[in-house]
């Protein structure tokens, strides 16, 4: 019994007390009880704490982390309408088994209504009228929940708390599409997120995505025009480049320590590009760092949002050979690192034609499936499709080797 180990230790201490013949020997021995006392009290604490069992959310849903996740991009508005039910006969045909759900989206709305007592409940919309009952359908269809979460791209959170936002003069600074970002440097933005993705884990999802965790594109040509606080990043020593790559990994770290209780994964989607650098200076993404955070890490690797890399003139024409030199690089990039995630890339299921004539092809089977054998032969298998209004090609063969 373990009380009575330290009670024992308690009683060779009153016995040796009784028998010291000094003031000195007195001193010497009392001290040296002490030490063995608290020694022995530590060593007993921290038995008692290994052995209760630490405390892990539990949502009472059953989801078995698929073979391996190939998925699909699903809105607010979608998870939330009519073609909700078409996406889940999608999935159940095929070989797809997966779908990446707005919870929070690209404008910092959250796509259901919360409880009135939530501190949330004002930015909860009714896109998703039930998501139990939506849930419900996932479950029983065993359709793998991932709950996409878009963090630092927010033009809600600045209406009401401009201070945790960006100011250019006197306004809240928008870029070239009228979009806003809040400020990756703030501890209380970080918390903002993670709060709202626990939310979405207490609801049943089994992974949290968060997108866009980095700063705004080309934010190194206005990083000292803009007015911003710093945090607790103002004195730390470096330049502004490493104050952005350090915020953004923090962030990361931070959420899924806090997210770890949950029993959720945690995936961060990534520019493609970034794992080509040693990091994206303007951004604060840095692959490396960033993977070595997460359990599950997607890079964004659509052939039309590159130029001319790998010595791919128009990379949009040839998604087979795009896609697999990215794949080379990555999973040379990820053998560096002693505990690699899961690499789930996104890719294209979209046709790019604002590249112009000449410049982009139409997306269909033959370009989905290019890039799904791409990654395949590099041995990557798990994969997400993007299409903004969530029209997906139809007869996809999902698993190359499959007939």
Do not use: C
């Not at 020997?25 to 007993?44: C, G, M, N, P, W």
């Not at 400020?183 to 626990?198: G, H, M, R, T």
């Amino acid at each position: 019994m373990k009380w009575l180990k330290v009670m024992t230790v308690a009683g060779l201490a009153a016995s040796l007390l009784w028998q010291l013949p000094s003031r000195a020997a007195f001193a010497e021995d009392i001290k040296e009880v002490h030490t063995h006392v608290a020694r022995q009290l530590s060593v007993e604490k921290k038995v008692l704490a290994d052995d209760l069992p630490r405390f892990v959310f539990n949502s009472g849903r059953n989801f078995e982390y698929p073979d391996a996740v190939r998925g699909i991009y699903v809105t607010g508005h979608s998870a939330g309408g009519s073609r909700f039910n078409d996406l889940v006969n999608l999935i159940d045909s095929t070989e797809l088994n997966a779908m990446v759900i707005d919870v929070k989206d690209d404008w910092g709305q959250i796509t259901y209504k919360l409880p009135k007592d939530s501190p949330f409940a004002h930015l909860g919309q009714n896109y998703i009228h039930d998501p139990k009952e939506m849930l419900d359908v996932l479950e029983e269809k065993q359709i793998y929940p991932i709950a996409r979460i878009v963090v630092f791209k927010d033009s809600t959170l600045p209406k009401t708390r401009p201070d945790l936002s960006f100011k250019d003069g006197k306004k809240i600074w928008v870029n070239g599409r009228g979009e806003s970002f809040v400020n990756p440097f703030l501890k209380e933005v970080w918390d903002y997120n993670v709060d709202i993705a626990i939310e979405a884990a207490k609801l049943g999802f089994q992974e949290i995505q968060f997108d866009y965790v980095r700063f705004p594109e080309g934010f190194e040509n206005r990083d000292t025009e803009l007015k911003y606080g710093l945090g607790e990043y103002k004195d730390t020593k470096t330049d502004n480049v490493q104050k952005r790559v350090h915020a953004v990994t923090d962030f990361v770290a931070y959420a899924r320590e806090k997210l770890a209780k949950y029993g959720v994964k945690v995936s961060v989607d990534i520019f493609g590009y970034t794992a080509t650098l040693p990091e994206a200076p303007g951004i604060g993404q840095n692959f490396s760092k960033i993977s070595e955070n997460v359990d599950v890490i997607s890079s964004m690797i659509y052939p039309s949002h590159w130029t001319s890399y790998f010595g791919i003139a128009k990379p949009d024409l040839e998604p087979y050979k795009l896609v697999r030199e990215y794949a080379k690089l990555e999973n040379a990039k990820l053998r560096e690192l002693k505990n690699p995630p899961v690499s789930r890339p996104w890719i294209q299921d979209f046709t790019a034609s604002y590249l112009g004539a000449g410049n982009y092809q139409v997306y269909g089977k033959e370009q989905v499936e290019a890039q799904i054998k791409a990654l395949n032969d590099e041995g990557i298998k798990e994969y997400l499709l993007w299409n903004a209004g969530n029209k997906y090609s139809p007869n996809v063969n999902y698993i190359p080797d499959k007939k």
